[in-house]
């Protein structure tokens, strides 16, 4: 305060010239900084962009499970975006390798009664043959075309699913007036191998599912029991409410060879057949593979273990409304 007023105005327009000063000098070089930065930058993520779209034109169809290579050093939207297309990779690589493998079975299992129906004609025109004989000619291939047009209502019922058009409406089902109905279908069958078909539910056990993509799941596995069962045997078909969430579990079980505990989960696979179970009895390795589909159409799960006295169990748990 006791300062002049004169040096006071000295140091104020010392202050205002070296704060005009800086600012004269470091707007610019800011300026500078920012933009050498930006090009910098820029140019780190073009080039990262450039070995992308490089790597990316050299991939084949043929070798799908290539993917894209991430540096440590990218920038993180970089490294995102690397991420997203190994993803999208290895999902179309996993399409294509099921579609190609999809196409050779359905061709390999088109390929042996299609054959086996050309070569029954061939012989039949080729030699003079009796009316008795061509009627049992004529029988055999009607039931070869039933084989194949089940093979191909089946391979549509797949392609439908993978397409997203196996849809499900919404009813309430009693479970034991259902379960008897599959059934008294078997029971021909059941018959002819001595089998004993026991259903144990409640009658007053119901839900809210689609009563046809069920049925069609538990006719397949009843079918399944069926054809894998010794003579004698039995086959169970079950209901129970679970206690935890109000849903329903299906268990269909027999008394059969089983199925290995390695190839619990191979089962599913469309085509895949256990080595023993391949010669002697007939399908086409598309029963439990349908049976996932409509069960997974039903938002449930189905699941298959070995049982501890012999034979196989199949699960489908649905909730209480599908």
Not at 227 to 242: D, E, H, M, N, Y
Request: with cysteine; hydrophobic share 40%; glycine share 6%.
């Amino acid at each position: 305060e006791v300062e002049p007023q004169a040096e006071k105005d000295r140091e104020l327009r010392e202050v205002r010239r070296l704060l005009w000063l800086s600012l004269g000098m470091g707007i610019p070089l800011g300026a500078v900084l920012a933009v050498l930065g930006s090009a910098q930058m820029t140019r780190r993520t073009l080039r990262a962009l450039a070995d992308i779209v490089r790597s990316a034109s050299e991939l084949d169809p043929d070798r799908l499970g290539q993917r894209i290579p991430s540096q440590e050093h990218d920038d993180l939207e970089i490294r995102r975006l690397v991420a997203a297309l190994n993803h999208m990779l290895e999902r179309l690589d996993l399409a294509v390798t099921g579609l190609r493998r999809f196409t050779h079975d359905a061709a390999h299992e088109l390929r042996t009664p299609l054959a086996v129906l050309m070569s029954r004609l061939e012989i039949a025109l080729r030699q003079p043959r009796d009316s008795m004989a061509l009627r049992t000619t004529l029988e055999d291939s009607l039931e070869e075309l039933a084989s194949l047009q089940r093979l191909v209502d089946a391979l549509l019922l797949l392609a439908r699913s993978d397409a997203g058009e196996l849809s499900a409406s919404r009813q309430p089902v009693v479970l034991l007036r259902l379960l008897s109905e599959i059934a008294s279908l078997y029971e021909a069958i059941a018959s002819e191998w001595q089998l004993t078909l026991h259903i144990d539910c409640d009658p007053a056990l119901s839900l809210v599912t689609d009563k046809v993509l069920l049925g069609r799941a538990v006719a397949n596995l009843l079918d399944n029991a069926c054809k894998f069962s010794f003579p004698g045997g039995t086959v169970w078909l079950c209901a129970t409410r679970q206690p935890d969430d109000g849903g329903v579990t299906i268990t269909v079980a027999d008394s059969g060879c089983g199925v290995p505990a390695s190839e619990e989960e191979q089962v599913f696979a469309r085509f895949y057949r256990c080595p023993n179970h391949r010669s002697p009895t007939p399908g086409f390795g598309l029963g439990l593979s349908l049976t996932r589909e409509f069960v997974t159409a039903l938002c449930g799960t189905v699941t298959l273990r070995g049982r501890s006295g012999g034979g196989t169990e199949v699960e489908i748990c649905l909730p209480r409304q599908a």
